[in-house]
């Protein structure tokens, strides 16, 4: 009975077993490649990252109306793209909150917004359960290669939401920087306080 | 000036009497963790919460009557507020008063929470409500980024007891 499990048949367990600690729904981590998606922009066009040839990569950020972080974050955000785009990485703005739950997030309201970049419903919120976003505010920073868009950053902008005017260490900008010398990220992932996404009801 | 000042002293602690119901400190985090890390068996219910946040402010009802109805048991709430330490007077305490909340109320006051979030907890993304349970003498934790039913928050701490 002692005996341990044959070394083939150990393998396939812990094959089993990394599927079960690892879920799908955890997301994208920091070098994945991120599947590209078709949504709507508030101008009624779909969207998709292939779209842009001529983007060096993107900086997706699952945002909303309603989120009072987002709405500190908005102005930052309006100034990464006014930074990056021209550098080749556009913003790339998503909702994903369900109106049902979060009436202001409504495709309606967010017409509302006018942003020098796409500002995207994810109405069936696959792209943001493909992400592995959690909160809004919740920034991915995306780099080509090739045909792909490879995940590089992940996480927060900077490290003080209420008062930009206070922040010491700019985390996108920072990883940015690298990423567009060709270098990986030294801090690729961060974290920060958001508004839950307002997921649909079961 | 003297009257004035006086007049001025009498009415701040007109003000403050009904404000004892319930103090309202701000921390640091290595406080919280000092609290977090006491060797006691006490059970804590620490819950991560603001002002701002709808889905936290619907829970709120149910970690005041899980701490009512295990007043008799060694469980302490904690409710952490992330609200702006700046917001204490505005929006913390006025809320705190306007719900009666019975449960010990802090704000935790740091600008970055990429320096403490993955101390509370790794798999925390920063979305709140979060809520994690903490029984020090067992060892045993539990952390729910999401909001909890009464139901669920009932059968998530009777493992603790």
């Known amino acids: 009975m002692k005996k341990l499990l044959p070394f083939p048949l150990l393998c396939f367990v812990l094959l089993l077993s990394s599927f079960i600690v690892r879920p799908e729904s955890n997301g994208y981590q920091v070098g994945d490649k991120a599947a590209d998606f078709k949504l709507k922009n508030i101008d009624g066009k779909m969207v998709s990252l292939a779209d842009n040839k001529a983007a060096k990569g993107y900086i997706v950020v699952f945002t909303c109306n309603t989120c009072p972080y987002a709405k500190a974050y908005e102005s930052r955000i309006i100034a990464l793209n006014a930074k990056y785009a021209p550098q080749g990485f556009p913003v790339v703005a998503i909702n994903p909150n369900d109106p049902a739950v979060a009436p202001g997030d409504s495709f309606e309201a967010m017409k509302t917004k006018k942003y020098a970049f796409p500002y995207l419903l994810d109405e069936s919120q696959q792209v943001a359960k493909a992400y592995g976003a959690t909160r809004t505010p919740h920034l991915y920073v995306l780099k080509r290669q090739g045909n792909d868009f490879v995940v590089s950053y992940i996480g927060a902008i900077d490290d003080n939401s209420e008062d930009a005017t206070l922040v010491k260490t700019k985390y996108v900008e920072n990883a940015m920087t690298e990423i567009m010398a060709g270098k990986p990220a030294s801090t690729s992932s961060t974290k920060a306080i958001g508004c839950t996404i307002k997921w649909k009801r079961a | ?161």
């Open chain 2, 1 to 161: 000036m003297h009257q004035i000042r006086a007049i001025l002293i009498g009415f701040a602690l007109l003000l403050a009497v009904p404000g004892m119901a319930q103090q309202v400190a701000v921390i640091k985090f290595p406080e919280l963790q000092k609290r977090l890390s006491q060797p006691t068996d006490t059970t804590y219910i620490v819950n991560f919460w603001a002002t701002w946040c709808a889905p936290c402010v619907k829970e709120l009802p149910n970690f005041e009557q899980v701490r009512t109805a295990y007043a008799t048991q060694k469980v302490k709430v904690l409710l952490v507020s992330l609200d702006y330490a700046s917001q204490l007077d505005k929006k913390v305490k006025p809320f705190v008063k306007q719900r009666g909340l019975k449960s010990e109320v802090v704000v935790l006051n740091e600008s970055d929470p990429n320096s403490w979030l993955e101390q509370v907890d790794a798999k925390w993304s920063g979305s709140i409500p979060f809520t994690l349970i903490i029984n020090n003498k067992t060892k045993k934790r539990a952390t729910f980024e999401r909001k909890l039913t009464r139901a669920e928050l009932t059968t998530a701490l009777q493992k603790f007891l």
